[in-house]
């Protein structure tokens, strides 16, 4: 499938797999972005871990927090941590005959309604901008897209959608969430240009937009003071995972009432424990947290299914991708049934590698072990 | 947020401590039969049974409280001396004077909060408005000073503390690895002879 969006017109992702092995036998997993940057801080950070408690996670951040607590190596640190905490919160939730979700806080549901991603456009192979924006220029495409979302429908019972828009053409957007909302009256449908719209133009298309009852507009503009503004003109609760993905920015949203959703992803903010206290401090100031994915394997959609059955501050559906990626690295098949997936039950994540799957898909891998 | 342990029975016990003072002692039994305790020496046994709940299940699963609340930030806590009052048990009040900026330092009473949770998440709050953290350990008795202890090890934060209103019987405590909420029930002799109901 070809994913266009504001940012991006991709057909394939890159993520970083994590397998750390603990001196009791138990191996935890983990997960966070392919990017070169994260891959090799992911592997620097994990020599510096090697001989360390796996089952003291704070411990474990703080070692490798001078880097990503100093922010020297910005998202790209935060997230090789993430990968690397997730792993080793796995391996805990095991060690301890624990699912992750208890571990976390709770297991409080099975099972967790997750969001279907909606490409801004249908189009046949990965494209260039202009032949993306070409295919926007012909209104009448929007119906691919509508196809699409009652497509996902039918194969699994979807209830949520998020359309990410390519922020080229306010009109595309606008009668293209139209229709969808014809089409779907009660789906829940978030709307996704990436701050690629200018304030003046997205405030004028999300006032109209208002009237559709959509579940968010996420980052309709940039910045915080942009979309501060526009939420202060709009009725439709307005979420981020742009301009509030860190622990410094939390409070001056809070203060500048910039949002209503704070939609943290796992790997921005740093992994497990950064993200509860996220959602911590986003509900006791009246913010919801809610769980923000692209295209992540099995390894950590399943971590957001946990996140979000052990707080109870996650009420709203999980984004998640990984029905639309041809393969994963789990022996387990992860379903898509009524809009909604299972926690698996069982240890730690409950879940397996399949090491013939992830050697097929491999780019490169390094083993990090002591002498 | 309780303890996710399954609870088979719970039981609260009235205690004559040494000193005189009376504390509330709890036991949670979980379900595969593994006994925790907690205690407090207000009225309101709801701290001592969520305590309790806590320990069961890190004995239960024999590690430390902090293996389950995250890890440990520190290995030793200071305690200090400190006669300010800590701050009303009252959430709402507590989230706006931060939001107005009227603390720099949060003193807590774990035991007038309640629970483990709420501690945990004005610990959170307090780290995103970088605010320290002093919790109160209201009576100076050595169970408190340990509870304090458990739960300081915790929290996020450079100068994470206990304080008591007196002299502090000593300068930092040690972070228990021992099983549960690492209190030592020993300290009271009155404890050992509580009859539980089986």
């Known amino acids: 499938m070809v994913h266009a969006g504001s940012m991006y017109v991709i057909q394939k992702t890159e993520r970083t797999v994590v397998e750390l092995a603990i001196e009791n036998g138990v191996t935890g997993l983990g997960e966070t972005w392919g990017t070169p940057d994260a891959y090799a801080l992911a592997q620097r950070f994990a020599k510096d871990w090697l001989g360390k408690d796996a089952l003291d996670r704070y411990a474990l951040r703080e070692l490798l927090g001078k880097t990503s607590y100093d922010n020297r190596f910005g998202r790209n640190g935060l997230a090789a941590v993430a990968g690397l905490d997730l792993a080793a919160w796995d391996a805990t939730a095991r060690s301890l005959k624990m699912s992750l979700a208890e571990l976390i806080g709770a297991r409080r549901r099975e099972s967790v309604d997750v969001v279907s991603t909606l490409p801004a456009a249908i189009l046949p192979k990965a494209v260039t901008r202009k032949e993306l924006t070409d295919h926007l220029d012909v209104l009448a495409n929007t119906k691919l897209v509508v196809e699409f979302a009652l497509e996902q429908v039918r194969k699994s019972g979807f209830r949520s959608f998020k359309l990410k828009s390519a922020a080229y053409s306010p009109e595309w957007d606008w009668k293209l969430l139209n229709e969808l909302r014809e089409a779907m009256p009660k789906a829940r449908i978030r709307f996704d240009p990436n701050a690629n719209y200018g304030a003046a133009t997205a405030t004028e298309l999300c006032r109209r937009l208002d009237a559709l009852g959509l579940e968010f507009f996420e980052d309709p503009t940039g910045e915080l003071e942009g979309i501060a503004r526009l939420k202060a003109a709009v009725k439709t609760p307005v979420a981020t995972n742009m301009w509030v993905v860190n622990d410094e920015h939390l409070v001056p949203a809070i203060r500048r009432r910039a949002v209503d959703v704070v939609l943290g992803d796992l790997f921005m903010w740093g992994g497990i424990d950064a993200w509860r206290r996220m959602a911590r401090v986003s509900h006791a100031y009246g913010l919801k947290p809610a769980l923000h994915s692209v295209y992540e394997t099995g390894i950590a959609t399943i971590a957001n299914l946990h996140l979000a059955s052990a707080l109870p501050e996650v009420e709203y559906p999980n984004d998640s991708g990984l029905h639309f990626l041809s393969s994963d690295v789990l022996v387990e098949p992860q379903v898509v049934k009524d809009g909604a997936m299972q926690l698996p039950s069982g240890h730690g994540l409950g879940v397996t590698l399949d090491r013939a799957k992830l050697e097929k898909l491999a780019i490169e891998s390094t083993d990090i072990c002591s002498a | ?198």
Request: aromatic content about 8%.
């Open chain 2, 1 to 198: 947020m309780a303890a996710p342990v399954a609870i088979a029975h719970t039981h609260v016990h009235s205690l004559r401590l040494a000193s005189g003072a009376e504390a509330l002692v709890a036991r949670v039994l979980a379900a595969d039969g593994t006994a925790g305790f907690g205690f407090t020496l207000n009225l309101d046994a709801g701290a001592a049974r969520d305590m309790a709940a806590w320990d069961a299940l890190a004995r239960c699963k024999g590690v430390a409280l902090h293996a389950l609340l995250g890890g440990s930030y520190r290995n030793k806590i200071h305690c200090l001396r400190d006669e300010l009052p800590a701050i009303a048990a009252d959430w709402t009040a507590l989230r706006k004077d931060i939001l107005e900026g009227r603390h720099e330092i949060l003193r807590i009473d774990p035991f007038a909060w309640g629970s483990v949770e709420m501690v945990q998440t004005i610990a959170a709050v307090a780290s995103a408005f970088d605010l320290s953290i002093a919790l109160l350990a209201p009576n100076a008795h050595p169970w408190e000073i340990q509870y304090c202890a458990a739960l300081a090890a915790t929290l996020k934060g450079d100068d994470t503390r206990i304080v008591v209103r007196s002299a502090p019987p000593f300068a930092s405590i040690p972070v228990s690895e021992e099983k549960g909420i690492g209190i030592d029930w020993s300290i009271e002799s009155s404890f050992s002879k509580i009859q539980w109901q089986s």
